[in-house]
């Protein structure tokens, strides 16, 4: 019965890339957070190198000793990145444009040099191919599955259980690390975690998915996510839910069309931050829109508020109160006229009587607000 869940090769296809986004999104989100994701993009790069050199050493093509030493060629590529950047001849980018073309290109010299005839190119760790994960296997417990799927889900404990045990000292040295440091934490030893925990997570990644895919799953659902919350722990969750649905449909999309199942993955995660960046309800495209909309719907009525208790209680109140007294002396036309007094009857900032306008208590309690910084100003 099990074994025939894992000899569905679309599940374990959809499950691998599901696992990707998930394991790519707990560390992407302090990445993006932290405004380092192109770190991101550095490392899944400058694996390359580590990769070769570990199998010039040991002649093992995966496993656990090429996680730590693609690890490990991830942090010296950070840190390469922070000393050219500390030297203020070059600015952070700059430096990570400096750092990982050269380890990428000594990598792909060195593959060609020495790993010709080995099964370890640049293509596959820059695109990978998700599609082919059933054809190499590992036999547990008596089941036989999918290399990617066992090292995935392994990667994805592991940051899991780093992000849940520091949670708090991550939250606290993203957002201010100054005070991390007063209260005795300590905001690099906790980078370069995250950052190791992003290199690992890459080169387990690229076999299957490719560095491409793994950047995207990184960078795009953490983003969205950050589009729709202002909470850490939700914005974790629905960077993991998008990348997870990302997995899913980018999946029966590409199957449909007959396209790359890696690249509808990406491109999915993609229409998922064109959607967080247009409907978004806070930061959203449409939603600025509307608040600008109803912001200045606001201010007419403010407007019209304030122009009457100017004029209330004096001679002219009565004249000032009609409604041909908005078109002539606060320059509105007839229609927009009706339409702020319409707003603002529905808002109980004035009354009509008599086709003559009157603040109600609200109405009047906002003039005073609206007046009270000049009157001041001017005492």
């Known amino acids: 019965m099990m074994q025939a869940v894992f000899d569905n090769i679309p599940l374990m296809i959809i499950a691998t890339g599901a696992l990707v986004g998930s394991a790519a999104s707990l ?15 550095a490392i899944s790069h400058s694996i390359v190198f580590g990769i070769v050199i570990v199998w010039l050493l040991t002649h093992q093509q995966s496993g656990p000793v090429q996680l730590m030493g693609a690890a490990l060629t991830g942090l010296i590529t950070v840190f390469l990145t922070e ?7 070059v600015k952070d980018d700059a430096a990570i444009g400096l750092v990982f073309p050269a380890l ?14 080995v099964h370890i190119d640049a293509h596959t760790v820059l695109l990978g191919e998700i599609g082919f994960i059933w054809l190499k296997t590992f036999i547990i417990f008596g089941y036989e599955l999918p290399q990617a799927l066992v090292w995935m889900i392994v990667v994805t404990l592991i940051n899991a259980t780093f992000v849940i045990m520091f949670f708090k000292e991550l939250k606290l040295t993203t957002f201010d690390p100054g005070l991390a440091r007063a209260l005795g934490f300590a905001p690099t030893v906790l980078f370069y975690a995250l ?13 299957s998915v490719g560095a491409v895919l793994f950047i995207a799953f990184v960078i795009v659902p953490p983003s969205a996510a950050y589009l729709l919350t202002d909470r850490l722990g939700l914005m974790i969750f629905i960077a993991i839910a998008i990348a997870m649905a990302s997995s899913v449909i980018g999946y029966y999309v590409a199957v449909w069309f007959d396209v790359s199942i890696g690249g509808m993955m990406a491109v999915t995660t993609g229409i998922f931050l064109m959607a967080a960046f247009l409907l978004g309800p806070r930061y959203g495209l449409l939603a600025g829109l509307a608040r600008r909309w109803s912001e200045r719907y606001l201010n007419e009525s403010r407007a019209l508020a304030v122009h009457l208790y100017h004029h209330e209680g004096k001679p002219e109140c009565q004249e000032e109160s009609a409604r041909t007294a908005l078109q002539s002396h606060l320059n509105w036309s007839r229609q927009k006229a009706d339409d702020v007094v319409r707003r603002s009857l529905a808002l109980n900032l004035v009354r009509q009587e008599n086709n003559l306008l009157e603040l109600t208590d609200d109405g009047r309690n906002l003039a005073r607000e609206l007046l009270e910084p000049w009157r001041l100003k001017d005492d």
Not at 27 to 41: A, E, I, P, Y
Not at 109 to 115: E, G, I, K, T, W
């Open 27 to 41: 560390v992407g989100v302090f990445l993006v957070l932290r405004k380092n994701s192109m770190l991101s993009d």
């Open 83 to 89: 000393l050219l950047a500390s030297s203020r001849r």
């Open 104 to 117: 990428f290109s000594i990598g792909v010299l060195l593959l060609n040099l020495y790993a010709r005839d």
């Open 195 to 207: 950052l190791m925990l992003t290199s690992t997570t890459a080169v387990a990644a690229f076999e």
